[in-house]
């Protein structure tokens, strides 16, 4: 199995025609292949704007039109695809779904975001995804050429178990397309992917749409990688843009020979009784 590889991360401008949003990630897409990216991600909600009011005129079945694209997209360039996020509609239900295909165009993942963002900082944001949207239910792993990879959507990176979870699956990396935002996003952002990061002690990358002052939610950007010593790699500023990273997974069996925390975890004590 190859010990390293290019990852390309697509901060996406996200607009309200999706048929627009479509075709633009796709011709992204095969530019981060060109470029050499062997796993290659979207952002969350790169089809349609992020707001619950949009969710249920921008939702599709899985498969439809955007996934349609999305598996063809990975076919052609011949990658792992991480499909971002779509408002996704199954039984009468609305969901905040990524979904991952291999370099034969094939599904291999669908994760339906599983923590809601519902939150209320006052006098800053409001925002509550369940009023429309239904959570899913399990973790979602898949295997590559390179590694294990785990999703998380957005708010799935503030809870640590998820991520424990995954690296206790055997993960070397774990993608969380997400969409912080004005206020959320400078306090929080990179803190949570170094805090994964470093816990767990493997690659954590974030894939966010690219600013729109315009928008009713505004994202924060700076799509990220973070090692597993918790240092950035690489980040971006708020515009569209193509990440290209190059990830050597040799670091962490680096990190986790100089710091052994995973054989001195005293799992022995750690079952308590919550209060
Ligand atoms: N948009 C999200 O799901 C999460 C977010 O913006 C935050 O946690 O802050």
Same mark, same amino acid.
């Given at each position: 199995?190859?010990?390293s590889?290019?990852?390309? +991360?697509?901060q996406l401008a996200?607009?309200?025609?999706?048929?627009?949003? !479509?075709?633009?990630?796709?011709?992204?897409i095969?530019?981060?292949?060109?470029?050499?990216?062997?796993i290659?991600?979207?952002?969350e909600?790169?089809?349609?704007?992020y707001g619950?009011?949009?969710?249920?005129?921008?939702?599709e079945?899985?498969?439809?039109?955007?996934?349609n694209?999305l598996?063809a997209?990975? %076919?052609?360039s011949?990658?792992?695809?991480v499909?971002?996020?779509?408002?996704?509609?199954?039984?009468g239900?609305?969901?905040n779904t990524?979904?991952?295909?291999?370099?034969?165009?094939?599904?291999?993942?669908k994760h339906?975001?599983?923590?809601?963002f519902d939150?209320?900082?006052?006098g800053k944001?409001?925002?509550?995804?369940?009023?429309?949207?239904?959570?899913?239910?399990?973790f979602?792993t898949?295997?590559?050429?390179f590694?294990?990879?785990?999703i998380?959507?957005c708010?799935d990176i503030?809870?640590?178990?998820?991520? #424990?979870?995954?690296?206790?699956m055997g993960?070397?990396l774990? !993608?969380?397309?997400g969409?912080?935002?004005?206020t959320?996003g400078?306090a929080?952002?990179?803190?949570l992917q170094r805090a994964r990061?470093?816990?767990? #002690?493997?690659? *954590?990358?974030? *894939?966010?749409?690219?600013?729109?002052?315009k928008?009713?939610?505004?994202?924060?950007?700076?799509?990220?990688?973070?090692?597993?010593?918790?240092? *950035?790699?690489e980040?971006?500023?708020?515009?569209? %843009?193509i990440?290209? &990273?190059d !990830?050597? +997974?040799?670091?962490?069996e680096e &990190?986790r020979?100089? !710091?052994p +925390?995973?054989?001195?975890?005293?799992?022995?004590?750690?079952d &308590? %009784?919550? *209060?």
């Amino acid at each position: 199995m190859a010990t390293s590889f290019r990852l390309g +991360l697509i901060q996406l401008a996200v607009g309200a025609s999706k048929a627009d949003n !479509i075709s633009r990630a796709v011709r992204s897409i095969k530019e981060a292949a060109s470029g050499g990216a062997k796993i290659v991600a979207l952002p969350e909600c790169f089809n349609s704007p992020y707001g619950t009011s949009y969710f249920p005129e921008y939702a599709e079945k899985i498969p439809g039109e955007s996934t349609n694209a999305l598996a063809a997209a990975a %076919k052609e360039s011949k990658v792992f695809l991480v499909g971002g996020s779509i408002p996704e509609e199954d039984g009468g239900k609305f969901y905040n779904t990524c979904t991952v295909f291999n370099p034969a165009g094939e599904m291999v993942a669908k994760h339906r975001k599983i923590h809601l963002f519902d939150i209320d900082v006052p006098g800053k944001i409001r925002f509550q995804e369940s009023e429309i949207l239904s959570p899913g239910n399990s973790f979602t792993t898949f295997e590559t050429s390179f590694c294990k990879i785990g999703i998380g959507i957005c708010y799935d990176i503030r809870f640590a178990e998820l991520a #424990q979870i995954y690296a206790k699956m055997g993960c070397k990396l774990i !993608i969380y397309p997400g969409a912080f935002n004005m206020t959320t996003g400078p306090a929080h952002w990179e803190i949570l992917q170094r805090a994964r990061a470093l816990d767990n #002690q493997l690659f *954590v990358a974030t *894939v966010s749409p690219a600013r729109d002052e315009k928008a009713t939610y505004v994202a924060w950007g700076h799509s990220t990688v973070v090692d597993p010593w918790g240092s *950035v790699v690489e980040t971006t500023e708020h515009e569209e %843009k193509i990440l290209l &990273v190059d !990830i050597d +997974l040799n670091k962490m069996e680096e &990190v986790r020979t100089s !710091i052994p +925390l995973t054989v001195q975890r005293r799992k022995d004590m750690y079952d &308590v %009784k919550e *209060v």
